[in-house]
């Protein structure tokens, strides 16, 4: 069970104590994360797709290195957030073929593009930024749907932990109903 789930008087977050009634609530929530972090993190992206992607941020500005990996997590909504050890020898490969120059400020490298490197974005502007699609399926939704689902275990386990018998099976009735809509929009497909 993750430790970021409260221990309380009552057993909450024990996914084993006997006669604790909200084992299962938290056992769910454990479960709905370890589904939405199994979907939106392990998206790995192809080297091509990383040279792209710095291509691209550096036609809009110089950066350095964090902030490239940074910006491309914040505009893939998360979904992908490529390691320094792959950025970092982009860059260098990059450098090495005359697309970008590396200078010094305020002791990091700050990369920006050459002309050829330019040259080379400007053929690149065409097509989606690598961030657009990741795993061939734009992006938006693997970040919307996780936070709606974890925004909806949170108040779960808020209602859970403070709510009065009436308000637990009130939660329950909406929750019933909300699964029963959920696949209804998968049959619709």
């Known amino acids: 069970m ?8 009552f057993g909450f977050g ?12 938290w056992d769910a929530m454990d479960q709905l994360r370890t589904s939405f972090e199994q979907r939106t993190s392990g998206s790995r992206m192809a080297r091509g797709d990383v ?9 809009e500005k ?9 910006e491309i997590g914040e505009r ?3 979904a992908w957030k490529p390691s320094a050890g792959s950025v970092y020898p982009t860059l260098q490969l990059l450098a090495d073929e005359g697309l970008i120059t590396a200078e010094e400020q305020n002791g990091r490298k700050t990369y920006s593009l050459t002309d050829a490197g330019i040259a080379e974005s400007e053929d690149a502007a065409a097509k989606p930024a690598p961030w657009e699609n990741v ?4 992006t938006s939704h693997l970040t919307a749907l996780p ?3 974890m925004e909806l275990a949170s108040a779960t386990a808020q209602l859970a932990r403070t709510g009065t018998p009436d308000q637990v099976d009130e ?6 109903d909300a699964r029963r809509k959920l696949y209804a929009i998968l049959a619709e497909g």
């Not at 024990?14 to 609530?25: D, F, I, K, R, T």
């Not at 939660?171 to 019933?176: D, F, G, Q, S, T």
């Open 14 to 25: 024990a996914s084993n104590g006997a006669g604790n009634p909200l084992a299962g609530v």
């Open 76 to 78: 893939s909504g998360g």
């Open 2 to 9: 993750n430790s970021a789930f409260p221990t309380g008087p």
């Open 135 to 138: 795993g061939g399926r734009p």
């Open 51 to 59: 040279r792209a992607a710095v291509i691209s941020l550096l036609a």
């Open 62 to 70: 110089p950066m350095h290195g964090y902030q490239i990996i940074s």
């Open 171 to 176: 939660a329950v009735a909406i929750l019933e």
């Open 147 to 149: 936070k709606a689902g």
